[in-house]
């Protein structure tokens, strides 16, 4: 089994930067992709960015290309999202997800292990 603590979320204004961690723990050997996704009230969870266990490759949801950045530490076991020039509509909670699959994942339904959510909040 694989846990996931997220952290870094907050208020920020609009245009400002914040950095998202998660940290996994468990059984990480079974991890081949990372995702973030974020689910705004009232809206399905949708997907945001990911990334292979190795950190060489990255995919991102179309309305976040150019601003947001997923990284990874190895050593650490620790994936980032680096967020840049937020907007009011990237407020949601920010979900960090671990997938048996191999890279590219950007469904769901192809992680089985998933954080607990942080919030970010994005002011006009």
């Known amino acids: 089994q694989v846990q996931l603590v997220e952290s870094g979320g907050g208020l920020v204004q609009a245009g400002g930067s914040l950095r998202l961690s998660c940290a996994a723990s468990g059984r990480t050997f079974s991890i081949y992709s990372m995702g973030w996704f974020r689910q705004a009230p009232g809206k399905e969870r949708e997907f945001v960015a990911t990334?292979?266990?190795?950190?060489?490759?990255?995919d991102y949801a179309d309305s976040v290309k150019g601003r947001f950045t997923i990284s990874r530490d190895t050593a650490k076991n620790t994936v980032y999202l680096q967020m840049n020039s937020l907007k009011p509509e990237d407020t949601a909670i920010y979900y960090c997800?671990?997938?048996?699959?191999?890279?590219?994942?950007?469904?769901?339904?192809?992680?089985?292990?998933w954080g607990q959510g942080t919030q970010v909040t994005v002011s006009s």
């Open positions: 990334i292979n266990w190795s950190g060489t490759s990255t």
């Open positions: 997800a671990a997938s048996r699959k191999r890279y590219p994942v950007t469904t769901r339904a192809d992680f089985g292990s």
